[in-house]
């Protein structure tokens, strides 16, 4: 099966810290995605990749960037974190080409006080 | 601006009846339509999905209807069961132009089944 591993199930940091979001997928997949999940607006893209080293924006990359170093893993970083970032990360990865849909990990739920 | 509308926002079911998740979109270009399935505290998992050269597929209980005209599709649980209690996204993608494979969701349905 696909696995992607999302580093911390929960997470509680300090207005202002850098946080530091990890995930790792297990299948050789191109593309890579970030969401956060808050109730009632469902899933909202923050960014994504289609190869190493290369990112886009999505709808909503205000207050975060990404890195993608190796292939298999995906950074998001919220370089000052604020309290209205309070909420699920869920990490993606897809093939391309494929048309198959995303293999999503079990999410991160960040709480910041 | 919205690119998948999905209703309603909740809903509630009897053990044994039937659940009814509606969505629409606009764009034309989009060629697959999958539903997710998430349950509190896990990741959306794949349920069912369907390409527009079809009206309909069942998987068990599970039925993507698909109405290309109408550019609507909607998800049918028959059975409901209280394990099917979750919250249900649908999306739809296009593997033309550069944002290749990117879904687009609707904002999902929280699905409460009764015994």
């Known amino acids: 099966d696909v696995k992607v591993t999302q580093s911390s199930r929960y997470l509680v940091k300090r207005t202002g810290e850098k946080v530091f979001l990890e995930c790792v997928q297990d299948?050789?997949?191109?593309?890579m995605f970030w969401y956060r999940q808050d109730p009632g607006l469902g899933l909202r893209l923050i960014y994504f990749?289609?190869?190493?080293?290369?990112?886009e924006k999505g709808d909503i990359p205000e207050g975060y960037s990404v890195s993608r170093e190796k292939k298999e893993r995906f950074s998001l970083i919220l370089e000052s974190a604020s309290t209205n970032q309070t909420s699920m990360y869920l990490c993606?990865?897809?093939?391309?080409?494929f048309g198959d849909g995303y293999t999503f990990g079990s999410g991160t739920r960040l709480t910041v006080v | 601006q919205q690119q998948v509308k999905q209703s309603p926002q909740s809903l509630i079911v009897q053990k044994g009846g039937i659940s009814i998740i509606n969505c629409a979109y606009e764009?034309?270009?989009?060629?697959?339509f999958p539903w997710y399935q998430q349950f509190p505290g896990k990741g959306p998992a794949l349920l069912i999905a369907?390409?527009?050269?079809?009206s309909e597929k069942k998987e068990g209980r599970f039925t993507i209807s698909f109405n290309k005209s109408a550019k609507q599709f909607s998800l049918h649980i028959m059975d409901s069961q209280p394990g099917d209690s979750a919250t249900y996204f649908c999306?739809?993608?296009?593997?033309?132009?550069?944002?290749?494979?990117?879904?687009?969701f609707g904002r999902g349905t929280q699905l409460t089944v009764w015994p």
């Open positions: 993606a990865s897809s093939r391309t080409g």
């Open positions: 990749s289609y190869d190493v080293k290369m990112k």
């Open positions: 764009n034309t270009a989009f060629d697959y």
């Open positions: 369907i390409r527009p050269d079809v």
């Open positions: 999306a739809a993608s296009s593997d033309r132009g550069s944002t290749l494979g990117r879904l687009y």
């Open positions: 299948m050789d997949h191109e593309n």
